[in-house]
């Protein structure tokens, strides 16, 4: 009894381990590349966080500011405008504000370094036609044809040890530290416009004081400048234009009229 086997087809059984092979080491390298990252993670450093203020006083507390546009707790419509107007023109704000959106696209950029690097795309079309008279010309051949062409290319470095997952990580810790950085010119130029503000008002408060006063003493000097009151060397004491007179006996050389 013979029993004819019939023979396999070896050619299509090594494409297909081929394909496998190739499949399971993109795969492995793919497993690599996403949990292998050299260099130690961040971690924040421990600082030591003061409890209480060093003077106590009832007007500070340690709990979240409730009023964000604090200076408007003042009700002055000058020193709002002011800010306002700060806020719209003042260059360094404005400058911090860019470096905001310039470590956004650093970051992107960063992003995009996982995805492939290079990327080609070309294509041509060319037309042709044989003339009838060149010396090879017949009627028998396709005398008008075209050629299409596209191509495309892509170049791909994988991250292997994590330096584009770590350049990610360094572009979104610059993001945040330019917003922080926004934050801080932001308080610092409020501040200093209301700190001006209020030394301002201060000193024509002074100034309207300082105006009064002299009123006073130019109304005073007149009123103690009349014969009752003047004395002989020019100088007078205090009690001499004031309107109780003394209870102790008076000079007659300091008065006159005495």
């Keep these: 009894m013979r029993v004819l086997l019939k023979p396999e087809n070896t050619e299509g059984s090594a494409a297909t381990v081929c394909a496998w092979r190739i499949s399971v080491g993109l795969a492995f390298l793919l497993t690599i590349s996403g949990c292998t990252t050299l260099g130690p993670d961040y971690k924040r ?18 709990e979240p500011a409730t009023q964000a546009e604090w200076w408007k707790v003042f009700n002055d419509p000058a020193l709002d405008q002011l800010i306002e107007t700060a806020h719209q023109q003042n260059l360094p704000l404005q400058i911090a504000g860019l470096r905001i959106l310039e470590a956004r696209a650093q970051l992107g950029i960063a992003r995009g370094n996982q995805y492939p690097q290079l990327q080609q795309a070309s294509g041509s079309a060319t037309a042709n036609e044989v003339s009838e008279n060149s010396p090879n010309f017949s009627p028998l051949i396709d005398d008008d044809f075209a050629n299409y062409q596209v191509g495309f290319d892509a170049a791909w470095e994988l991250d292997f040890w994590g330096r584009f997952r770590r350049g990610i990580e360094a572009a979104d810790a610059n993001l945040s530290a330019t917003v922080a950085d926004y934050d801080n010119a932001l308080v610092s130029l409020t501040a200093e416009v209301a700190r001006v503000y209020v030394t301002i008002r201060t000193l024509e408060e002074r100034l309207q004081l300082a105006r009064a006063n002299i009123v006073l003493q130019e109304g005073r000097k007149k009123a103690c400048a009349s014969p009752r009151c003047a004395s002989r060397t020019g100088r007078r004491p205090n009690w001499m234009c004031s309107r109780r007179p003394p209870t102790w006996p008076i000079p007659r050389r300091w008065c006159r009229s005495c």
Excluded at 46 to 60: I, K, M, N
Aim: aromatic share 6%.
């Design 45 to 62: 450093p421990e600082t030591p966080d003061v409890a209480d203020w060093q003077t106590r006083d009832e007007a500070l507390t340690g």
